[in-house]
């Protein structure tokens, strides 16, 4: 018999840490709502896994790895058991350092304590197991909320939010996943627990205060309008979307409310129609996957790095395109990146139900591929999970460039081999 947990810390940082996500500096001056982690744990009696959501830009593998050993440590949970997502939130901060970029190691004291809260997190969601069955249900939101934000350019070539130039674009490359997935775990005597899964950028209200974005106006709905549950938002594969209609732009708080409040209308509705389906029996496996690096450009790294300093101290006298960005940013970065990255591709199944995650920002790509692979489950497809190695593009974005494929640091093969490997362990 299944089992299922829940539980929650808030792990707002201290006002002055600095916020990652953007070209420039920022710094925490504020809390618009509080940052937390979130939990869920699955045990089938014999075999436990547990899923944590941190509300971070996200969790390099470099920190990943050391969470998860600590959480085993403290558990007795096997190492490949611990699924960690950074849901990506623009106003929060970069746990570790990846290739080229270093980590924040400024407050120890905080950074000692989040390790103590995410053993906290698992250690309740552990406790809090009862016998559970499963429902799962999907369905389009009302809205429109995700946008692929990569369009082909009149003149041919590919540009990442082209903004103003919205007359010269031909149109998206790609298409955009709007589907609310739910996986509803019935507990009797407890809480029921929404799981939910949607796919875009929660980089919509910018600014220098702390905030969940959408997926904590998701969380806070869902329970406001159903009070017997907990729920968990799991971000997807969004590396090539956001929340931008490049016809109608808008963002901000109130924007971000509104995109909550649309996905938790999907949940209400699909609370009481949910089909329940078999997660008796709990497995779990997780590989780090050696990525050659894209070392194109050498000879470029000294003036990519004076144009970036130019860029961030407005020397430049000239608007710079994320493209450019992009590809400055990867090659002056060059000297510091290894030959091989290794991109964590992680699994958890409760019959079948499954989730699956890459260790950094895929494609939309990536989500409907790993559906594709496993049409006899309910697949829930994530972004950043024990790592956040950068942009995972399709095979095909390496050629037509745009912002996401200039800055990853990654080799075209690195698509077919993580996705193939997704699809293998959803299949064993």
């Not at 906290?120 to 809090?128: G, W």
């Not at 939101?141 to 903004?163: C, Q, V, Y």
Request: glycine share 8%.
């Amino acid at each position: 018999m299944l089992k299922a947990g829940f539980s929650r810390v808030d792990v707002t940082p201290p006002l002055g840490t600095p916020l990652h996500g953007y070209y420039r500096d920022r710094f925490a001056d504020g809390v618009l709502d509080p940052l937390e982690l979130n939990c869920v744990a699955l045990s089938d009696g014999e075999n436990t896994a547990v899923i944590v959501t941190g509300d971070f830009l996200y969790i390099c593998e470099s920190a990943a790895t050391p969470i998860r050993k600590l959480i085993s440590q403290k558990t007795g949970l096997d190492e490949k058991a611990v699924f960690l997502q950074g849901l990506h939130q623009h106003t929060s901060f970069r746990l570790g350092a990846r290739a080229g970029v270093a980590a924040w190691e400024d407050d120890r004291v905080y950074l000692e304590m989040l390790n103590r809260k995410y053993c906290d997190v698992v250690t309740m969601a552990l406790d809090d197991m009862s016998e559970a069955t499963v429902g799962v249900g999907a369905e389009e939101a009302s809205e429109p909320l995700s946008f692929i934000r990569r369009f082909r350019m009149k003149d041919g070539s590919t540009r990442t939010n082209p903004g103003s130039m919205v007359d010269e674009v031909e149109g998206p490359i790609g298409e955009a996943d709007n589907t609310v997935r739910l996986v509803r775990f019935m507990r009797e005597g407890k809480k029921d627990i929404a799981l939910v899964n949607f796919h875009t950028h929660p980089d919509v209200i910018s600014g220098n205060k702390f905030s969940a974005d959408w997926p904590g106006f998701v969380r806070r709905f869902t329970e406001k309008d159903i009070p017997d549950c907990h729920c968990i938002l799991m971000n997807g594969p969004q590396g090539d979307t956001n929340h931008v209609d490049i016809y109608n732009r808008r963002g901000g708080y109130a924007h971000s409310e509104f995109m909550g409040r649309t996905i938790a209308d999907s949940v209400v509705n699909l609370w009481d129609k949910t089909e329940k389906i078999d997660a008796e029996g709990v497995s779990f496996d997780l590989e780090l996957i050696p990525i050659p690096t894209n070392t194109r450009g050498m000879e470029r790294v000294e003036e990519c790095a004076e144009l970036l300093r130019k860029h961030k101290a407005k020397e430049l006298g000239y608007s710079v395109s994320l493209n450019d960005l992009g590809e400055w940013g990867r090659i002056a970065r060059i000297y510091e990146q290894p030959l091989f990255v290794k991109v964590p591709v992680s699994c958890i199944k409760a019959g079948k139900l499954a989730f699956v995650g890459w260790g950094g920002e895929p494609f939309t790509e990536y989500s409907r591929a790993a559906h594709d692979s496993a049409p006899d489950k309910f697949v829930i497809a994530c972004c950043l999970v024990n790592g956040g190695e950068g942009y995972l593009p399709s095979k095909s974005a390496f050629d037509e460039g745009g912002y996401e494929a200039n800055s990853s640091v990654f080799m075209p093969e690195l698509t077919e081999r993580l996705q193939s490997k997704a699809a293998e362990m959803l299949a064993d």
